[in-house]
T-cell receptor, first 112, second 118 residues
Framework: DAKTTQPNSMESNEEEPVHLPCNHS???????IHWYRQLPSQGPEYVIH???SNVNNRMASLAIAEDRKSSTLILHRATLRDAAVYYC?????????????FGKGTHLIIQP | KAGVTQTPRYLIKTRGQQVTLSCSPI?????VSWYQQTPGQGLQFLFE???????NKGNFPGRFSGRQFSNSRSEMNVSTLELGDSALYLC?????????????????FGPGTRLTVL
C-alpha cells in the first residue's frame, strides 16, 4: 500500500507561486495521484489528478517525478482564497480502502 | 447541476443512541462514499457504494453501516453511539463506473453533517 508524506504546514505570500510536495515512494505503476483541498468549514474539493506526465487545469498544475515516487502541486499565483489543507492521495488502481485515506495533509497559509 | 446535499447539517445525540445520516449525490453519479473527519484522525474512509452495492469498506466497526437506494441516494447509520463518534461525516459522489473506479475519477464532497455525541 502506498503511504504518503506531506509537510504539516507551509507558508507563502499572496500572488507568488506555491509548490506543495508529496512523497509516495511505494506507489504502484497504475495508481493515479489525486490532490484535494479543504477550505475552512467546507468539505474537500477536487484539485487535480494524474498518472505519469504533468497535468494542468484552471486551478493548478501537477508535476509528477519520473520515478513517480513524488509529486508536486503547483499553484501558479496564490491568493488568500487558496489558504486550505491540501491532501495528496495515491488512488490504488486495484481499489481498496487504504487507497482512499486522506491523511493529515499540508496546511497552506497565505500571507497578504 | 446541484451539488451533493447532506441532511441534517447538525445533530446532537447521546451515548447509546443510533443515528441515520442522508446523502443525495449529484444527478447521474452512481458512486457514493462516506468519510469521517476528526481533528485527531483526519479524514478517514468509511465505505463506498456503487449501484446499491458496497464496493469498498474502511476499517471501522460494524456499528457503522450504510446503504444505497436505486436513485443513488445513500444513508449511513451508526448504532450504539460512543463519545468518540463525534465528528464531521462527509459524503462524496463520483462519476465512477463499474470499470472506471474512484482511481480515475474525482469526488465531489457535500458540506457534511456535524454529529455531536454527549
Amino acid at each position: 500500500d502506498a503511504k504518503t508524506t506531506q509537510p504539516n504546514s507551509m507558508e507563502s505570500n499572496e500572488e507568488e507561486p506555491v509548490h506543495l510536495p508529496c512523497n509516495h515512494s511505494t506507489i504502484s505503476g497504475t495508481d493515479y495521484i489525486h490532490w484535494y483541498r479543504q477550505l475552512p468549514s467546507q468539505g474537500p474539493e477536487y484539485v487535480i489528478h494524474g498518472l505519469t506526465s504533468n497535468v494542468n487545469n484552471r486551478m493548478a498544475s501537477l508535476a509528477i517525478a519520473e520515478d513517480r515516487k513524488s509529486s508536486t502541486l503547483i499553484l501558479h499565483r496564490a491568493t488568500l482564497r487558496d489558504a486550505a489543507v491540501y491532501y495528496c492521495i495515491p488512488m490504488y488502481s486495484g481499489g481498496g480502502a487504504d487507497g482512499l485515506t486522506f491523511g493529515k495533509g499540508t496546511h497552506l497559509i497565505i500571507q497578504p | 447541476k446541484a451539488g451533493v446535499t447532506q441532511t441534517p447539517r447538525y445533530l446532537i445525540k447521546t451515548r447509546g443512541q443510533q443515528v441515520t445520516l442522508s446523502c443525495s449525490p449529484i444527478s447521474g453519479h452512481r458512486s457514493v462514499s462516506w468519510y469521517q473527519q476528526t481533528p485527531g484522525q483526519g479524514l478517514q474512509f468509511l465505505f463506498e457504494y456503487f449501484s446499491e452495492t458496497q464496493r469498498n469498506k474502511g476499517n471501522f466497526p460494524g456499528r457503522f453501516s450504510g446503504r444505497q437506494f436505486s436513485n443513488s441516494r445513500s444513508e449511513m447509520n451508526v448504532s450504539t453511539l460512543e463519545l468518540g463518534d463525534s465528528a464531521l461525516y462527509l459524503c462524496a459522489s463520483s462519476p465512477a463506473t463499474v470499470f472506471a473506479t474512484l482511481t480515475y475519477n474525482e469526488q465531489f464532497f457535500g458540506p457534511g453533517t456535524r454529529l455531536t455525541v454527549l
